[in-house]
T-cell receptor, first 117, second 110 residues
Framework: GAVVSQHPSRVICKSGTSVKIECRSLDFQATTMFWYRQFPKKSLMLMATSNEGSKATYEQGVEKDKFLINHASLTLSTLTVTSAHPEDSSFYIC?????????????FGSGTRLTVV | GQNIDQPTEMTATEGAIVQINCTYQTSGFNGLFWYQQHAGEAPTFLSYNVLDGLEEKGRFSSFLSRSKGYSYLLLKELQMKDSASYLCAVRDLGGQNFVFGPGTRLSVLP
């Protein structure tokens, strides 16, 4: 079945530094990927929709200059948290659409736990 | 606007049956999904409904009534490993985006 690999699974960084999270579709081409953020005991909140070869579409309230998204190929999207602050600490999850998948096309990555100290 | 509501927490006993409800009010509808999420892990797909009625899949069943904006997930023969959060999500008309409900944390007790 469709697999989405997300890396790293955990990262701790200092305040003011930048962190890059990668999301790869391993056995399918993902023209669209989605980036979510999840706070403890809360649901997933869509941050942005990433389209291969074009600019990402950000949800209202999400700073595009802080959360840089690049979808340069059909199998890779990256989310860079720039100048991270403690309030950016969260669980970040990507998902990708595979039209041939039995789960009607949406597969999630394993998530990245970001802690900013 | 988009609004999806689920109970915050539920508790049930091993071997029992539990029903988790989801009500939604969205500007467009193109399918309702249920996901299971264990703490610290990504959601995993459980079921999908786009037409009214019941979809059964082993111990899990999901029901949809579009006219009522209502769905439920039914878990039978509960096992300890079923302790997790269950997320209801509605897909928009464009078929691209999901709106997730707040999730229901289910605790299965021995």
């Amino acid at each position: 079945g469709a697999v989405v690999s997300q890396h790293p699974s955990r990262v701790i960084c200092k305040s003011g530094t930048s962190v890059k999270i990668e999301c790869r579709s391993l056995d399918f081409q993902a023209t669209t990927m989605f980036w979510y953020r999840q706070f403890p005991k809360k649901s997933l909140m869509l941050m942005a929709t990433s389209n291969e070869g074009s600019k990402a579409t950000y949800e209202q309230g999400v700073e595009k200059d802080k959360f840089l998204i690049n979808h340069a190929s059909l199998t890779l999207s990256t989310l860079t948290v720039t100048s991270a602050h403690p309030e950016d600490s969260s669980f970040y999850i990507c998902s990708a659409r595979d039209r041939d998948s039995t789960n009607y096309g949406y597969t999630f990555g394993s998530g990245t736990r970001l802690t900013v100290v | 606007g988009q609004n999806i509501d689920q109970p915050t927490e539920m508790t049930a006993t091993e071997g029992a049956i539990v029903q988790i409800n989801c009500t939604y009010q969205t500007s467009g509808f193109n399918g309702l999904f249920w996901y299971q999420q264990h703490a610290g892990e990504a959601p995993t797909f459980l079921s999908y409904n786009v037409l009214d009625g019941l979809e059964e899949k082993g111990r899990f069943s999901s029901f949809l009534s579009r006219s009522k904006g209502y769905s439920y997930l039914l878990l039978k023969e509960l096992q300890m490993k079923d302790s997790a959060s269950y997320l209801c999500a509605v897909r928009d008309l464009g078929g691209q985006n999901f709106v997730f409900g707040p999730g229901t944390r289910l605790s299965v007790l021995p």
